[in-house]
């Protein structure tokens, strides 16, 4: 038999590391700020392709001689493709780049296969949906937990997602890592990934409740936890090693996104186990909020 881990027993270490860990995430984040990409900022992306494999930090010089020295260039996809991406409103800038490119390259000229334009209108309208949609997916999960288990497991899974999204944007704001649509998209993906970590641990304090009457709520939330800790790790493990695969070999499109998720995955895999269990300490859940009173009252025979 498993021998049951008292998880509970150190809640109050993991409270203020939990503190710690939110305070300094939320001071970055307002004091830096994020570091928008294209996508919400407006600017001019430029897809090159050259005859031979391009040299990335000539490039870069070749663009910094021409005045752009706001220029990211990355690889992308195979040795003779490049990406450019750089701030600005003129819808001509793309190809003025690409000149100066072909300019300063004679030995191995480029062309010009894609030139994207984000207005900054169009890229403020991204933001505040994206924020919106956020928004709207933490009140459709405090609903449908509400519904689906108590009003209890609704408040400490939503306080578990708040955590696990201000620490993974606070860590992306200190490091400054670009925040674009595919970073939105990873913070996306671990309110999903960290909720279904989360109600597998409810799910079993539920079933719990109804197996062991005669244990405490701290006794529950440790023999769940213990129980599903098997499962959780093997997820989480397969999880960041996948993500890691992507960080290394995914190139720097997917630089930002696989960051995020990595640090989402460590902090919803913590948040199932030491926020989401102590704020149920916290609402004092108990058997009567799950299982309805047994009605020991006699029938009473109404027959004449």
Do not use: C
């Not at 990211?72 to 003025?96: I, Y």
């Amino acid at each position: 038999m498993l021998r049951t881990i008292n998880f509970m027993g150190v809640r109050n270490v993991a409270f203020g590391v939990t503190v710690l860990l939110t305070v300094l995430a939320l001071f970055s984040w307002f004091q830096k700020g994020l570091n928008y990409g294209l996508d919400f900022t407006g600017g001019t992306l430029i897809e090159l392709t050259y005859e031979r494999p391009a040299d990335v930090m000539k490039v870069r010089s070749q663009l910094s001689d021409a005045g752009y020295h706001e220029a990211v260039v990355q690889s992308f996809g195979a040795t003779t493709d490049l990406l450019v991406r750089m701030p600005g409103e003129d819808p001509q800038l793309g190809h003025k780049v690409a000149e100066a490119l072909q300019k300063a390259g004679s030995d191995n000229p480029a062309q010009v296969k894609r030139v994207e334009f984000v207005g900054p209108q169009v890229g403020e309208e991204l933001r505040d949906q994206g924020g919106l949609g956020m928004l709207m997916a933490l009140g459709g999960i405090l609903i449908y937990l509400a519904f689906r288990f108590q009003w209890k497991f609704a408040v400490g899974a939503i306080v578990s997602l708040i955590h696990d999204v201000v620490v993974t944007v606070g860590i992306l704001s200190f490091f400054q890592v670009t925040f674009d649509l595919t970073v939105l998209a990873a913070v996306l993906a671990i309110i999903g990934y960290s909720l279904n970590d989360t109600i597998v641990v409810f799910d079993r304090v539920r079933e719990n409740f109804r197996v062991l009457r005669k244990a405490s709520l701290i006794e529950n939330i440790n023999i769940s936890t213990t129980q599903t800790l098997l499962r959780t790790m093997a997820t989480s493990v397969s999880t960041l090693l996948a993500i890691a695969a992507l960080l290394f070999f995914g190139g720097d499109n997917l630089h930002g996104f696989s960051i995020a998720l990595f640090v989402g995955v460590l902090a919803g895999t913590y948040s199932s186990i030491y926020i989401a269990n102590v704020v149920l300490i916290w609402l004092n859940l108990s058997s009567e909020d799950l299982i309805p009173p047994a009605n020991t009252e006699k029938e009473v025979d109404e027959r004449p």
